[in-house]
């Protein structure tokens, strides 16, 4: 509950874990508030400025919200101590990255290779944020609850593939058997379960989409989009089965 506001001077070497329904505020000046944050259980942080954490954000059990407070940065998975800025990491599907300023905050996703975000993006009717994608590789989202609305808010794929899908929750399906009914065991005498693959959490996301010029967007299975997507010449829009835009 409350607010806690981190404002001295110099580098805070430490790792910081909130949680909770409050806010803590990091304005530390001529050094870093943190070297490490973990951001469970609904909490949100709001830097000052990108330099606030040395090293990592991570979110962790049941999330919480990283406000960008009209910050702009260049977003990596890992090195974070070795680049301006800092590292963002999701754990869970309760993560969000919002920005709660009048100034328009932007984060370009610069890791290579296949990776995935399992959060989401929120602004506000007084709030922009952009999303631009810059990694060459491909970036799934499995976003469930991206609303980004502001005319200057949105998703650019500068290039590589941006892939919005749903994920697969598998459930324990009773007790596997053989042909004759038995129950089946392993080597140790456990009895195996059978598991059921049909239970989709789907990805949702309310935005605007521009895809340039040697960009990909693909609106993978189980996903539905609704916003406009803008495809300028050398671009590529994508739609596979089982989705849904409107």
Known sequence: EGALNICGNGNNEIFLNVGGAGKTLLNQEKGYAAYNVLVNTGSTVVIKDTTQIY?????????GTLDMNGNKMDWYLSGGETRDGFTINALTEEAIISNGSSAFAALSFKESGNQKFVGSFRDSKDSALGIIYAGGGTWELNSIRTCLENADSGL???NGT??????????????LVDSNGRPVYDTDGHALFATRNNDWHYADAKMGVRVTDG??????????????????SGGTYVMREGVRHT
């Open 162 to 175: 941006v892939k919005l899908a749903g994920t697969l929750t598998v459930h324990g399906h009773g007790s």
């Open 156 to 158: 650019i794929v500068a």
């Open 55 to 63: 090293r990592d954000l991570t979110f962790g059990n049941g999330g």
């Open 215 to 232: 960009g990909t967007f693909e609106l993978g299975s189980h996903a539905r989009l609704t916003g406009d997507v803008t495809v300028e």
